[in-house]
């Protein structure tokens, strides 16, 4: 059985989180924004690009009023584009009138002083991956959200792929039973090299190696797929090619999940993914899914027939962005808050320790 869905969906909520933190339904002091939103963008680089052909996609209801990048060129391109004003100082950006909420886009060591600042300022905040770098980080971010009551957004883009909506709608639904296990992949042939690496070779402005860059992706889609609190990690990481980096070029991960299920990743920037490997899978009591990111095949032991779901490719920064802006024009609260960002540094910190200590490690979370 087959059957083509449409590129576009409406994102399935993650599964309620426990007592104490924040729960779907609008976020507590959201109060909606009439529109054009109005965005500050902090980082004008790569990724910058990605996210500004979302607004541009959004036409009247977002608006780029301001661009911050203490790069010269960078910044005079961007602007050139956008028509935004422009900042060498990301401080005075986040201080503007002229921007409701800002999308930051930053080394990650920056991440922690951009978001403490914009929540001060009472700026909503979309935020790369990782939220930030350390535990300390991490309840600072929590605690200045909360106090201020702005709206946090991890830009975690692979939520937005209409196959991995649609494994979650399938898994939170029970068609599968109770999950067993969740595999994640995503690795790379990443051409880096020592000229062109930048900030991400140095473990002080990237916060490890690969493991905590690609690897967050990998990381929350397991949590998002699984449905459950992470309690432990075994973790190895390896350099197979990427040597002049200070951190790890690939990583290998197993969590268990209070639920008992465990999760199974791997992710790298040594090589490509083998041919046949998937995005993302699931194995559960009554059956299971699989996935290479726009094929998504469900296979219940109580049917023969393997059902596949086909989608258009469809680009899931666009999808993002405008996920960001409906959650700030609607008040509803975003599929990953601070909250999902801070556990799935825990597990990712967990990690890093138990690649030390060569144990399994008790996920602290944060
Ligand atoms: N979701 C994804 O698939 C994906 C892909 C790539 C990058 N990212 C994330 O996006 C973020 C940025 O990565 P990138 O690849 O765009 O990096 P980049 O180096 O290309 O861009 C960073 C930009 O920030 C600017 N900058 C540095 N310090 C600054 C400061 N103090 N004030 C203002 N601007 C400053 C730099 O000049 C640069 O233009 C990271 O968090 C990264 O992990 C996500």
């Known amino acids: ?43 004008g680089g790569n990724i910058a690009r990605a996210h500004l052909r979302g607004y541009a996609a ?33 401080l005075e950006l986040i201080a503007s009138a002229e921007v409701d909420a800002v999308d930051i886009c930053l080394p990650h060591h920056l991440h922690h002083r951009a978001i403490v600042a914009a929540a001060e300022a009472g700026k909503h905040i979309l935020c790369e991956k990782p939220l930030c770098l350390t535990a300390e980080e991490g309840r600072s971010v929590r605690e200045a959200v909360r106090r201020a009551g702005v709206t946090l957004m991890c830009a975690h883009n692979k939520l937005f ?26 690795e790379f042939f990443n051409d880096f090299d020592p000229a062109t690496m930048g900030w991400r070779a140095d473990a002080a402005t990237s916060g490890g190696g690969e493991y905590i860059d690609t690897g967050y992706h990998p990381t929350y889609l397991m949590m998002h797929l699984m449905g459950a609190r992470p309690a432990a990690v075994f973790a190895m990481l390896s350099t197979h090619r990427l040597t002049f980096m200070d951190g790890e070029d690939s990583a290998q991960v197993l969590v268990r999940f209070e639920n008992g299920s465990v999760g199974q990743l791997a992710t790298s920037w040594a090589h490509p993914k083998a041919p046949g490997t998937e995005r993302f899978s699931v194995v559960g009591e009554k059956g299971s899914l699989s996935s290479d990111g726009t094929t998504l095949r469900v296979s219940l032991r109580e049917s023969e027939a393997e059902h596949v779901y086909q989608y258009k490719p469809l680009d899931p920064f666009v999808a993002e962005i405008a996920d960001f802006v409906d959650c700030l024009t609607t008040g ?5 808050t601070e909250a999902e960002g801070i556990d799935v540094l825990s597990i990712i910190l967990a990690a890093y320790r138990s690649a030390r200590s060569g144990a399994l490690e008790t996920i602290e979370m944060i």
């Open 1 to 43: 059985m087959s059957s083509t869905e449409p590129a576009s969906h409406t994102p399935t909520p993650h599964t309620p989180a426990p007592e104490g933190r924040s729960s779907n339904g609008p976020a507590p002091h959201s109060i909606p924004l009439d529109g054009p939103v109005r965005i500050g963008l902090i980082g």
């Open 58 to 90: 959004l036409g009247t209801r977002a608006r780029v009023t301001a661009i911050a990048d203490t790069d010269a060129e960078t910044l005079a391109i961007r602007t050139a584009e956008t028509g935004a004003t422009g900042y060498t100082d990301f």
């Open 161 to 186: 792929l209409p196959a991995v909506a649609k494994a979650k709608e399938l898994v939170d639904s029970g068609a599968l039973g109770t999950i067993h296990g969740v595999r994640t992949t995503d």
């Open 332 to 336: 509803r609260r975003p599929l990953h």
